[in-house]
């Protein structure tokens, strides 16, 4: 066993008379890993997630966390130090905002006014105003609200570990993408162990540093985004990274800020060049050029020239092993 | 069918039991009652409540209709609140209260039972009309549907269901409040059981109280089996 | 351009009311509680000063049905308003005034009847208040405070005796004692009814939730008991009750018998299973299954998650069910009297046998305003619940 493993899972499978939802899966997630399942549905993903916090309890194998089996906790206060977030958000209708945050809290007994002040702290972390939001009801609230207070409610009681099951798959492509985010962005600031389920090979490919894709019930293959896009097991990881669109899914992994021909000055020619950011993706890069019939686009950060990218650079381009972080 | 046979062996079948019945009643000298005949009863009874029911469905499925078209939805929020608010008032004082107004007998009674009996069929109408998915509205008026034929082929077929289930509801609470009506001077299935309960005639009691539940459980069975059959052909479009 | 409006609905009603004043008998003078009553119209029972009181107010409410005027609508139903509570406050005072004109303090028998014209009316201007209630969105504290003013009024004339006259108060007048205790006893069988179906159903919803076989066998024996009609219940319950009495001398101590209160409680228990089993078990079958899931994966025990979440999101329904039961109730222990429950029923078969009308009044009316009185408290309780509704009131 791994030393700093927070989740491990070994040889896990679950039964339902005669079928199998899950197939002797091994898994194993860092402290502070951002790990997606994802797959097809019925691909045995949320069965796995919803095994690690024995909402539904495994028939085979053992599931440790920080290397206790999870067999041997009430299952009460195993989900109790465990955030828990779902698509359909699952707010209790009958409760306003703050006394959807404050549950886990209660349950694990906190005084009043330290559940006060963990509600407005999470609010502000998810840029919901405290005044304006605190005391509706969840059927006032927008698709993207309502799915911040359900991570709210799931980081209220400073859990180690978050499970979260599509949370975005019901909302429009605008608001998922802020909120995958604003979800990186507190992954930055808080370092919890997220285990993510989705089906959305993108969605993995932004939010993870750990992508497991699973299939029947099995895991076909475990790595880094790069080295999925890099090596795909076998054709259904290349169908499902979108076949020969994956070229254009890497590009937008890479940042053109470590690709670009660095120490450049601006001569009076390049004003007839498209600009690009260096933070911007190598495939944001490579459509500017589509767009403008350019082969060659001027870096600029806050209006001072930084660098050059050239097509001949995106195209040679190889990713770092390494690149969240 | 079963339930039918029953109300028909049941119907014919009780003048031949009197050994029976003396046994219910030992201290009476006749047990079987005789005022009128069962068929009779049993035929006035189901007139009583057909006549009330064919005005309620008429009157009250145009009605929700009216109320449901552009010319007539002024009317909706009125009527949809008296149909749900007026089933609030039990069946009986309905009936009570026709006496001081219409006076004893036949008619009274058929008017109380229509009033009542509307209640169910409209709320049930409107629930079905406006229940209607609006984009299958909005299609059939796409392809071209008068507004006369949008309600004949696809507002009224589609809330068939839910139609004939305030139908059914209004048809049973009918037949329960017509047998009540004998006390204010129908002919009915009720008139076994009010002259043997003043007169503590238990075997006169019993058969019309019979006759009156098997009435009933053979309307509801027929009416469930059109249900299903409405239910089955709507499953197959 | 000039464009007639017109309010149909407020149209409509008034032009009835008013056609109803026209045509039919306010109020009947009667000798006594059987002879039939000589017709009044509005105008010849008071005279036209008083008649306009009702009249003008009407008349008016037609007036403003038509929008030519700049008045916005609000305006508009609000003074209509005024107009119904006016029409609502001087009919009381109408049936004062007939009373002082026709009848002398000596014919302690003679009544005033109240006509077809006055029961018309009542009812399309208490349809006019539904509908104004729903354009001016009036709360339910406002519909309480004019309902308790308007009772007020008929109270006021009812202690200054100016109602005394008025058949349905003669009749009250020569049985109080019986109308309490009929009025007790019907409330209190519809009470005990109530509770112990909520105790019977709750068991039965309990054992369908633990073991899912039950369902296929009480959901059909219950709607089996409700399609039988409660005449024909009550009267199948007389021999088996009246068998089972006379061989117990235990059953016989506590008064059960054939007749009287027993058969009236197993029937109302029986009839009341259905609404309420059916509501429970499907409100609590139907909380959606993410909220459910949610609750457990933060690590509620199934107690909690049944306390907070399921019990409390199903309760508008449960309550739901509970409202229907009771109404229900109320009305089947008036046909429990036919069996010798007792009861307000009382009143009304009495009543018809004696061809007595004022009495059937006496039993009828208390009992529709003891089911309204129901609707009202559950819809209440139930408003309470729901938070959706909660909500909504508040952003309007």
């Known amino acids: 066993m791994k030393p700093n493993a927070m989740i491990e899972l070994n040889k896990v499978s679950k039964h339902y008379d005669g079928t199998i939802a899950v197939d002797s899966v091994d898994l194993s997630i860092k402290q502070g890993d951002f790990c997606v399942l994802v797959g097809t549905s019925g691909c045995g993903k949320s069965t796995t997630l919803r095994m690690i916090n024995r909402l539904i309890s495994h028939t085979k194998g053992q599931i440790m966390i920080e290397g206790q089996e999870i067999m041997s906790f009430d299952p009460q206060s195993l989900r109790r130090r465990i955030g828990y977030a779902i698509q359909n958000t699952g707010l209790f209708p009958h409760w306003d905002v703050a006394r959807n945050i404050g549950t886990v809290p209660k349950l694990l007994g906190w005084p009043k006014h330290k559940i006060q002040a963990r509600i407005e702290e999470l609010l502000e972390l998810l840029n919901l105003p405290y005044s304006s939001f605190a005391h509706k009801y969840p059927s006032e609230l927008s698709g993207g609200q309502a799915q911040r207070v359900g991570v709210a409610r799931a980081l209220a009681g400073d859990p180690d570990i978050l499970l979260m099951d599509e949370p975005f798959g019901a909302l429009d492509p605008i608001t998922r993408e802020s909120l995958q985010q604003e979800l990186l962005r507190i992954q930055q600031q808080i370092h919890k162990t997220i285990v993510f389920v989705t089906h959305d090979m993108d969605e993995a490919l932004k939010l993870a540093n750990h992508i497991v894709v699973m299939d029947q019930g099995r895991i076909v293959q475990q790595a880094t985004p790069y080295e999925l896009l890099l090596n795909p097991a076998n054709s259904f990881v290349s169908q499902l990274l979108g076949g020969e669109d994956r070229g254009l899914k890497q590009a937008g992994l890479m940042h053109v800020a470590d690709f670009m021909k660095t120490n450049r000055t601006m001569t009076p020619s390049d004003h007839q060049l498209a600009q690009i950011k260096p933070d911007d993706s190598l495939r944001l890069a490579l459509s500017v050029m589509l767009w403008h019939q350019q082969e060659q686009l001027i870096v600029m950060d806050d209006n001072h020239c930084v660098g050059e990218i050239s097509l001949q650079q995106i195209i040679q381009a190889k990713p770092y092993a390494d690149h969240h972080g | ?237 | 351009m000039f464009r007639l409006g017109i309010d149909k609905v407020m149209f409509v009603l008034t032009t009835a009311s008013l056609l109803s004043l026209i045509l039919l008998d306010f109020v009947s003078l009667q000798p006594n509680r059987i002879l039939p009553g000589t017709g009044h119209s509005i105008v010849s029972s008071v005279g036209w000063g008083y008649a306009l009181l009702i009249i003008l107010p009407l008349l008016f409410n037609l007036f403003l049905s038509f929008s030519f005027r700049k008045a916005s609508s609000i305006q508009r139903y609000s003074f209509q308003l005024l107009m119904l509570i006016l029409v609502f406050l001087f009919m009381p005072m109408l049936l004062a005034i007939f009373a002082t004109q026709h009848i002398s303090e000596t014919q302690i028998h003679a009544r005033t009847g109240l006509g077809s014209a006055f029961w018309v009316l009542l009812f399309l201007t208490s349809l006019s208040l539904i509908e104004l209630k729903q354009k001016l969105n009036l709360s339910r504290l406002k519909i309480c405070f004019l309902i308790i003013l308007i009772t007020f009024s008929w109270l006021f004339f009812y202690i200054t005796a100016q109602l005394d006259t008025l058949a349905i108060v003669r009749e009250y007048t020569a049985r109080s004692v019986q109308f309490q205790q009929a009025f007790r006893v019907h409330l209190y069988l519809v009470c005990a009814a109530v509770m112990s179906s909520i105790v019977l159903s709750t068991l039965l919803v309990m054992l369908m939730r633990r073991h899912h076989v039950f369902e296929k066998a009480i959901f059909p024996l219950l709607n089996f008991i409700q399609t039988i009609p409660s005449l024909a219940l009550f009267g199948l319950l007389i021999a088996p009750l009246g068998y089972l009495a006379a061989n117990s001398e235990w059953l016989q101590s506590i008064n059960v018998g054939g007749i009287g209160w027993a058969p009236a409680m197993i029937a109302l228990i029986a009839y009341s299973l259905l609404p309420m089993v059916r509501n429970t078990y499907v409100a609590l079958n139907e909380v959606d299954a993410s909220v459910i899931d949610a609750a457990k994966g933060m690590g509620m025990s199934p107690l909690e998650v049944f306390l907070q979440v399921r019990l409390p999101l199903a309760m508008p329904i449960i309550l739901e069910g509970i409202r229907i039961t009771t109404i229900q109730a109320i009305g089947l222990t008036a046909v429990a009297a036919l069996i010798g429950a007792g009861g307000l029923g009382n009143f009304i078969f009495q009543g018809l046998g004696q061809a007595a009308m004022d009495m059937v009044l006496l039993g009828a009316l208390p009992i529709l305003f003891m089911a309204l009185m129901a609707d009202l408290f559950f819809s209440t309780l139930m408003s309470l619940f729901s938070h959706q509704d909660k909500t909504s009131r508040e952003s309007q």
């Open chain 2, 1 to 237: 069918m079963f339930w039918l046979t029953c109300l028909l062996v049941a119907t014919f079948g009780f003048v031949h039991l009197e050994e029976l019945f003396a046994q219910i009643s030992p201290t009476q000298r006749q047990v079987i009652y005789s005022r009128d005949s069962f068929l009779a009863l049993l035929l006035n009874h189901i007139y009583l409540v057909s006549i009330a029911a064919i005005i309620s469905i008429c009157v009250g499925v145009i009605s929700a209709i009216f109320v449901t078209r552009s010319y007539g939805k002024e009317f909706l929020p009125l009527v949809s609140q008296v149909a749900s608010m007026g089933q609030t008032f039990p069946p009986i004082a309905v009936l009570a209260l026709s006496v001081p107004l219409l006076g004893f007998g036949t008619l009274p009674t058929i008017l109380a039972l229509t009033l009542y009996g509307l209640l169910p069929i409209v709320r049930n109408t409107l629930a079905g009309i406006q229940g209607v998915n609006p984009a299958v509205l909005e299609s059939a008026k796409g392809m071209g549907m008068s507004s006369i034929q949008v309600l004949w082929r696809v507002e009224l077929p589609l809330s068939s269901t839910v139609i004939l289930s305030g139908i059914r509801t209004s048809i049973t609470i009918n037949i329960a409040t017509a047998a009540i009506g004998s006390t204010i001077g129908a002919s009915t299935l009720g008139d076994p059981v009010i002259s043997g309960l003043v007169n503590g005639n238990t075997a006169y009691v019993i058969q019309g109280a019979i006759l009156i539940g098997l009435l009933a459980l053979t309307t509801d069975s027929f009416l469930e089996r059109l249900q299903q059959k409405l239910i089955v052909k709507h499953s197959l479009m």
